[in-house]
């Protein structure tokens, strides 16, 4: 059953990209594809530079984490985005590799309007797993607290959240969870409602006024603390090519990698290769 389940996925994204590849007015560019949160942490500024420099610009589209890996694997788009690994084993994703290019962290958010400011590791996972269900047990209102996750547990946030805090990627959260599609309508809706908390990227967290981040273990999520290594959730962010890529991809890679775009990345607060357990 498993078998025949994931070779329908396989053949259903070969159709896909059948029907769906680029138009021939894309053939001179490239096309770019994932997590919002890489398109967020340096993808927009980094191709902005590029088709400055080079005069060959890069369509950036979203799709999510698991889009800009397996897209990639069949030929639909030309590099991807992903804020997750590969995962092992996996059929849609062994044709492609992932390139590190910078770093990034997940955040507990909450309502900027909570007064709590700091978490421990088990208290959040306790809130994930529906064995703390009020503020009041961790210092805050006597309010139910409202957890809000990710849609897929493959996505980039749901799959390194269950990885790094339980060391289990399948790992079951509590059934009353409120579920959103991507990591912008988690966002949005903490940042409406008070008593809601949810994990999710600082680099697309960040840009967002209404939320604040609890200090996780007494430690903030500054780029310093990031860039340390201090931080607890600290993950990479990768660029996804094909296992030959074609040379306007590799060109590509070549300058995300270089000093120049390690220090597009950087400006934008984004935690760069060199960076990362580096001197601040």
């Not at 849609?151 to 390194?160: F, R």
Request: a positive charge; glycine letters at 10%; proline letters at 4%.
């Amino acid at each position: 059953m498993v078998a025949n389940k994931k070779i329908f996925l396989i053949l259903l994204f070969f159709l896909l990209s059948i029907f769906f590849s680029p138009s021939p007015g894309y053939s001179k560019n490239l096309i770019w594809g994932g997590c919002g949160i890489t398109k967020k942490a340096f993808m927009a500024e980094l191709s902005k530079a590029y088709e400055k420099k080079t005069g060959i610009k890069i369509h950036l589209k979203g799709g999510g984490a698991t889009y800009g890996i397996r897209a990639v694997g069949i030929g639909r788009i030309d590099i991807g985005g992903s804020c997750r690994h590969k995962i092992k084993g996996d059929l849609l994703e062994r044709n492609t590799r992932l390139i590190p290019v910078a770093w990034d962290a997940l955040v507990v958010i909450v309502n900027k309007k909570n007064r709590l400011t700091n978490i421990t590791t088990k208290q959040l996972k306790d809130i994930l797993l529906g064995k703390i269900t009020n503020w009041k047990q961790i210092g805050g209102r006597d309010r139910p607290i409202k957890v809000v996750i990710r849609k897929s547990k493959i996505s980039g946030v749901s799959y390194m959240l269950r990885e790094m805090v339980f060391g289990d990627a399948n790992k079951d959260f509590r059934p009353d969870a409120i579920i959103k599609k991507s990591s912008g309508p988690v966002e949005k809706y903490v940042e409406k409602h008070l008593d809601a908390i949810a994990v999710s990227g600082i680099s697309s967290a960040r840009k967002r006024k209404g939320l604040k981040f609890l200090n996780l273990n007494g430690l903030a999520p500054t780029k310093k603390n990031i860039g340390t290594g201090k931080y607890p959730l600290v993950r990479p962010l990768y660029l996804t090519v094909a296992l030959r890529p074609s040379k306007m991809v590799r060109d590509f890679i070549k300058f995300a990698l270089s000093d120049e775009g390690q220090a597009i990345i950087s400006k934008q607060g984004t935690v760069n290769l060199k960076e990362k357990y580096g001197t601040h």
